[in-house]
């Protein structure tokens, strides 16, 4: 079997964040690219919508130690907070879709760094029309703000993070089985995962290879 450091792909990676690797691709180059052009962004604020294990949190996290910003989840945001902000910074507002505790604090906070010269970076898994929110002010600002969206990942994408988490488990696997499964499971990153632990404790309770046979067994136990 080949080790899975000689798997190779044609995909280009970033540097690790933590132990995370990024590996770049189609699904998620625009929001890459968004990172890399800060801090020459066009506009005071920007949107970054990804689904969960999209990589999303990386991309923010690269972002907040090159910015030095100032971190507030939106269910913790309160118009008290805006007094102990420095507005001329950088500030990141994280999920947006786990609702806000003050709508009116956003639109104030948005207001302000606007006026202020900050920059203001916006996170959500969901798109601002799905968001459940009353204020119809704060709706269209954020509807006019740039935001960018990280897309579900294609099946190089796939294999490249398929292989990695195998590699971390110090798993060898065949190409062939990395093909036959990225050709089969759903296409998400946290199902790259699940799939993986789930071989990985199949194999281990059958005292089995992993093989395209245990592969398919597990994927139509998934399925059933």
């Known amino acids: 079997m080949k080790n899975p450091r000689q798997l190779a792909l044609d995909l280009a990676h970033r540097p690790a964040f933590g132990a995370e690797d990024f590996f770049l691709s189609q699904s998620n180059e ?6 890399d052009d800060w801090p020459h962004w066009a506009q005071y604020a920007q949107l970054l919508i990804g689904p969960e294990a999209s990589g999303k949190t990386h991309l923010v996290n690269v972002w907040i130690l090159r910015s030095q910003a100032h971190v507030i989840e939106a269910c ?3 118009k008290t907070d805006l007094q102990q902000l420095s507005l ?11 609702g806000l505790a003050s709508e009116d604090a ?4 948005l207001n302000k760094v ?3 010269g900050g920059q203001l970076f916006l996170t959500s898994q969901k798109g601002i029309g799905d968001l459940a929110l009353k204020l119809n002010d704060l709706r269209s600002r954020l509807l006019a703000l740039p935001s960018v969206s990280i897309n579900a990942p294609d099946e190089n994408l796939l294999k490249a993070v398929m292989i990695k ?3 971390d488990r110090q798993i060898e696997i065949e ?5 036959y499964l990225s050709k089969r499971m759903e296409r998400s990153l946290q199902a790259v995962t699940k799939i993986v632990d789930d071989l990985d404790r199949g194999s281990l309770g059958a005292g089995r290879a992993i093989t395209r046979v245990l592969a398919r067994e597990i994927l139509l136990d998934k399925s059933s």
Not at 89 to 97: A, D, F, M, S, V
């Open 88 to 98: 001329d910074q950088c500030i990141c507002i994280e999920n947006l879709h786990d």
């Open 165 to 167: 988490q195998f590699n």
């Open 76 to 78: 913790n945001l309160h």
């Open 114 to 116: 606007n006026e202020s």
């Open 175 to 179: 190409p062939q089985l990395v093909e």
């Open 30 to 35: 625009l929001a890459v690219k968004l990172i």
């Open 106 to 109: 956003l639109f104030h906070l």
